[in-house]
């Protein structure tokens, strides 16, 4: 299927499989054991083979959803989680240890900034930095360094990490780098053409695209050489070294850990990926239009979105993932205008967590996603009071900005 184009690749990748009956899709496998005529045959899954034991670590259904990320993402294999959260849970518990440090953006998603803080605790060292310059990635570099972790667009400022560069630092430098995918999803951009080792998607968000399944997936790339890299257990250096980062994950991060997608999840988010890049299209046509309505808007003090000329990444946003520019705006208001008050007035935008839904979503966030973290935390990562995240859906764009617009009229009256 690789001569084919992104979503013929996804339509139709079920059938190229053995699928009982003819089915067009993969079915749901729900059981939670895999029994064998030969016990040789279960023995030599245990031992590395490919095949089902245990539900725990996967299920027919999950490896077909698997399959189609890592043909989405361009990669050699996929470990699929319960969530987003579990998937980067499992690639740091699985691959660094106590000593070991960790580079980051400063411009994370809370949840993760929380759980950099565990790892911490863990006894693993972590250094947040600008990483939409890679000289202060580059600065904060150790001997014990052994990973660097970004995100694509960042959730909610939108800063846009210098991801080439910051590629080429880390494979001169050996070191495993990880790129959170999420807010681009491989439809926009694909990491793997920047130098990722490993990529990590929160298929709860545009990948599913319905707001009603929950998913992680982490994918390799196949650029990165784990015969070098040292924290690779003895029992997962079996076969090509192509394969041992993704093996301890899946058995150390997965396994271990018990964050696992459910076979009934896993067929809604592979439904849900056959539209992907249809939503996607509409999602980013849609931001663009509302973000440059509200940037002219006398109620409206700053919009952030990387569509926007003004916007500090906004050549390397064009460079990077084919102009265009995600469905994420973080809107801040004119001064004098209650976030609060705003919000309410909203009709069709649906006051809610979350992102990548087909419906438009806003809330405050530094008094929700981000209070955790603090005051001092957000304003390191530019998180004003006042700053609104607004994930666009594929609405008519002319109802959302009547919709902003007339919030906004009640607001100045």
């Known amino acids: 299927m690789a001569s084919h184009g992104f979503t013929s690749s996804i339509l139709h990748s079920d059938r190229r499989q053995s699928i009982e009956y003819g089915a067009t899709h993969q079915p749901m496998h729900t059981a939670a054991a895999y029994r064998y005529d030969d016990v040789r045959d279960l023995v030599a899954v245990f031992q590395g083979r490919p095949g089902f034991s245990y539900g725990r670590q996967g299920t027919p259904t999950t490896a077909a959803l698997e399959s189609k990320v890592s043909v989405m993402e361009a990669g050699v294999g996929t470990v699929s989680f319960s969530t987003g959260m579990a998937a980067l849970a499992g690639i740091f518990i699985s691959l660094l240890r106590a000593g070991d440090h960790l580079v980051a953006s400063q ?3 809370g949840n993760t900034n929380s759980l950099l803080g565990t790892l911490s605790a863990l006894g693993v060292e972590v250094t947040l930095v600008d990483a939409t310059d890679v000289a202060q990635v580059e600065a904060a570099l150790r001997p014990e360094t052994r990973m660097v972790f970004a995100e694509t667009i960042a959730n909610p400022g939108t800063q ?3 991801l080439a560069a910051i590629g080429a630092l880390c494979q001169a430098r050996n070191l495993v780098y990880v790129v959170d995918n999420t807010m681009t999803s491989p439809w926009m951009f694909r990491p793997a053409t920047v130098g990722a080792s490993l990529v990590m998607n929160s298929l709860s968000k545009y990948m599913g695209g319905h707001g009603h399944a929950l998913g992680g997936s982490v994918t390799d790339t196949g650029l990165y050489d784990w015969s070098a890299y040292p924290n690779i257990y003895d029992a997962y250096k079996g076969g090509k070294p192509t394969s041992w980062g993704l093996t301890q994950i899946k058995k150390k991060g997965l396994r ?3 964050g696992t997608l459910s076979s009934e999840t896993a067929h809604r988010i592979a439904i849900g990926c056959e539209t992907l890049a249809l939503r996607m299209a509409r999602a980013c046509d849609n931001a663009l239009a509302l973000a440059r309505f509200l940037e002219a808007h006398p109620g409206v003090a700053r919009v952030h979105y990387p569509g926007l000329a003004q916007h500090p990444q906004h050549v390397r946003a064009g460079e990077l993932f ?8 973080g809107v801040e208001l004119a001064e004098g205008i209650d976030c609060f008050e705003f919000l309410n007035l909203l009709q069709v935008v649906i006051l809610s967590t979350h ?4 419906r438009t979503l806003a809330l405050p ?3 929700t996603i981000y209070h955790e973290m603090g005051a001092e935390r957000r304003a390191q990562m530019g998180i004003a009071d006042s700053l609104i995240r607004v994930s666009v859906g594929i609405e008519e764009i002319d109802d959302l900005i009547d919709d902003f617009g007339a919030a906004l009229k009640k607001m100045l009256a």
């Open 355 to 358: 992102v990548g839904d087909t």
């Open 107 to 109: 411009y994370i998603f």
């Open 160 to 162: 846009i990490a210098d």
């Open 365 to 367: 966030a530094a008094h």
């Open 322 to 329: 084919g102009h265009r520019y995600g469905a994420l705006l």
């Open 256 to 258: 271990d850990m018990g």
